[in-house]
């Protein structure tokens, strides 16, 4: 998805703006797979350079960091036992230390439990941030066509979708017509089903923490990426 190159006047307008709210965010961004939560990540951090601090980037970098905390996460995985959330909490504190997360940052892969989530609000307030959980919603059966109707150009990587963006010849590329499309296995109605019922089971309880806590605010995820782009940074910049 392309979008319109911001001019870093902009940029600057907009980060003056979100840091006039007084107070730096650490955002928790919460979605289905499907709702475009990757989308609006990616905006958030190129128009307020918010970083998008994610827990699977964090573990990736420990194999060749030198510190005693990757030490000795690289011992717990060695041994085969899960990370705790102890030591998550403490590998999310140590990234989020460093000087690009100051004016806040986007949460990607943690929290995962209410648990984790008391944990983070211990952090925000050592940190002197304020957390807001942020839900982009998108009902089941738009999650369900967006990755059931997927198609792919095995030439030109063209991404269709049956139903919202369909090929103008059934099953064949607009730029390679003697192309046929391709259906990822994981995009089939099985998969799909089971990938999400996965993710409302495991997502409930923190949802519910937020909205408990009156931390969660909810943007409406069927309209177009840009809308619900100005949307999210009206949340985050109007929070006091
Ligand atoms: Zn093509």
Not at 107 to 127: I, M, N, V, W
């Amino acid at each position: 998805m392309k979008f319109l190159t911001t001019a870093s006047s902009d940029q600057k307008l907009r980060i003056a703006n979100y840091l006039k709210s007084g107070m730096s965010k650490i955002i928790v961004l919460m979605g289905a797979p499907g709702a475009g939560k990757g989308t609006q990540a990616r905006l958030l951090q190129e128009r307020l350079n918010l970083p998008q601090i994610s827990t699977g980037d964090i573990f990736r970098s420990l194999k060749n960091a030198q510190t005693p905390l990757a030490q000795e996460v690289r011992e717990v995985m060695a041994a085969g036992q899960l990370v705790s959330d102890d030591l998550a909490i403490r590998l999310v504190r140590e990234r989020t230390a460093c000087n690009d997360c100051r004016n806040g940052y986007i949460l990607d892969g943690f929290p995962r439990t209410p648990a984790q989530a008391a944990t983070l609000e211990k952090l925000a307030s050592e940190q002197g941030k304020r957390i807001i959980a942020i839900l982009i919603d998108v009902p089941y059966e738009l999650l369900a066509k967006r990755m059931t109707g997927r198609r792919n150009c095995p030439i030109c990587g063209e991404i269709y979708n049956v139903y919202f963006k369909p090929p103008k010849n059934d099953n064949y590329c607009d730029l390679h017509p003697d192309t046929q499309l391709t259906h990822r296995a994981d995009d089939n109605a099985d998969t799909v089903q089971a990938r999400l019922a996965t993710y409302y089971e495991q997502t409930l309880p923190l949802l519910q923490y937020y909205r408990t806590a009156n931390l969660l605010r909810t943007v409406d995820g069927t309209r177009a990426p840009e809308v619900i782009y100005q949307d999210i940074e009206g949340i985050i910049r109007d929070q006091k």
